[in-house]
């Protein structure tokens, strides 16, 4: 080629680039669409059906989360090999037992089992023994472990998602609803088999057994005092305001709960803030407070001026404390000031668990409950022989629940930082703050 034929530099191909990948195809049906089983004699054939099938059952459930106050389970969707897909609509049934009695013994696959297991046990559906392909991504150190991403970089199929956020407790509910719930559970045994290979082959398949098995007693933990949850609270001054906040939130919960609707519903957080904030005692004070808004401000407005009344008159001895005493170690933040030998450890096991879940490669919250660690490192053992302190540091971690798998990567890490922390008396330490604490 002659340098006039030459292409310019900015037209020259470039040998390097790589052709850009296909997008995933999009994730169908490959039964078609079920009908809604909706009637006792319609669930004795889904039970049938599953019952005769064979293998795992992916299990998934839709609920109002946004709209109702209530966790109920208002569909749920099951696949088997041999059983194709049920969309059973728990609402109107009378009993769900003759599922029951089908999953008894089954395997179950759920993605994020601790978002359905809840309320699929309030409908007495719960497992012999299950899968958990989020969980089991996490275990594997995928970066982002949605069901869709798992779908799509596991089994190279695109999943829509348009209706997460939908109202469930609609009724019909719509077709493309309950296609996208469908589609759920379309591919969950192939998903679980792949991931199962991946655990198997990365040494990880005995965690995963003893994680899922952990996940089967899973319940929700009881929140202590919940009204502290309150977005924007720390605007709030003084006790008496927290006081009102309380009493608001508390109000706002009743009424939630008799309407099933979701609280943030009736007024939202910013709401309670601002009526905390000014504390007005009439309803033309309070509905002329900036900011107090919402559906049912007006509606309940003598609900809440007799809350923000109680909260005027409250003795200061009954205002709530501004920080709540818990039962555990302080966070993790204060360490350094409150004792500076526990904040030493704090800082040699933080650096051990780092490496450790790289090493593994897995999140370090999955390598050790962070709340494990805090209670273990606050008051650990008296003792500093070695053997024993393991043996000690073994036993706490067990009966907090940490599983075998974790306690014997961790407790030789925290039997070290321990012992090291004592032998560094003048080592200066930064406050520390682990992942379930950070703001």
């Not at 003795?315 to 409150?338: Q, S, V």
Request: charge should be negative; hydrophobic fraction near 40%; proline fraction near 8%.
């Amino acid at each position: 080629m002659s340098a006039s034929d030459e292409l310019p530099e900015t037209e020259a191909p470039d040998a390097a680039a790589e052709p850009e990948a296909p997008p995933a195809p999009l994730l169908t049906l490959r039964d078609g669409l079920p009908e809604v089983t909706d009637t006792d004699e319609g669930l004795q054939a889904c039970a049938a059906a599953i019952a005769a099938g064979t293998g795992p059952v992916g299990i998934d459930a839709e609920r109002a989360s946004g709209y109702r106050y209530s966790n109920r389970a208002y569909l749920i969707q099951l696949r088997r090999d041999g059983a194709g897909t049920w969309l059973v609509d728990p609402i109107g049934l009378s009993t769900l037992a003759p599922l029951a009695e089908a999953l008894e013994g089954t395997e179950w696959i759920l993605h994020a089992a601790t978002q359905d297991l809840p309320c699929l046990a309030e409908l007495g559906l719960r497992p012999s023994a299950l899968f958990d392909t989020e969980l089991a991504g996490r275990l594997l150190g995928y970066p982002r472990v949605g069901l869709a991403t798992l779908v799509e970089t596991v089994l190279g199929f695109q999943m829509l998602k348009e209706h997460s956020a939908a109202d469930w407790s609609t009724r019909p509910l719509p077709a493309s609803w309950l296609e996208y719930a469908a589609l759920d559970v379309e591919v969950l045994v192939e998903l679980r088999d792949a991931l199962a290979a991946e655990l198997e082959a990365a040494g990880k398949a005995e965690w995963a057994r003893q994680e899922f098995d952990h996940l089967r007693g899973f319940e929700p933990t009881p929140r202590v005092d919940a009204w502290r949850r309150t977005s924007g609270m720390h605007k709030v001054r003084g006790r008496r305001g927290l006081a009102a906040v309380q009493l608001l939130w508390e109000t706002r919960d009743q009424l939630a709960q008799q309407r099933d609707v979701t609280p943030g519903r009736i007024i939202p957080d910013a709401a309670i803030v601002a009526a905390a904030s000014a504390l007005p005692t009439t309803r033309e004070a309070l509905l002329a407070t900036k900011g107090f808004h919402g559906r049912g401000a007006e509606r309940y407005s003598s609900r809440w001026v007799a809350a923000l009344q109680r909260a005027v008159e409250m003795p200061d001895a009954e205002l709530p404390a501004r920080t709540p005493r818990g039962d555990g170690p302080p966070t993790a933040r204060a360490w350094a000031e409150k004792d500076p030998v526990a904040a030493r450890r704090l800082s040699f096991a933080r650096a051990g668990l780092a490496e450790l879940s790289e090493r593994h490669n897995l999140p370090v919250e999955n390598l050790l409950t962070p709340d494990y660690l805090r209670r273990t490192l606050w008051t650990p053992p008296r003792t500093r022989e070695p053997g024993d302190l393991l043996d000690q540091v073994a036993d706490l971690l067990a009966g907090y629940g940490a599983r075998g798998w974790q306690i014997a990567l961790t407790a030789p890490l925290l039997t070290t930082a321990i012992l090291e922390a004592d032998r560094s008396p003048d080592l200066p330490v930064e406050p520390v703050t682990l992942p379930d604490e950070e703001d």
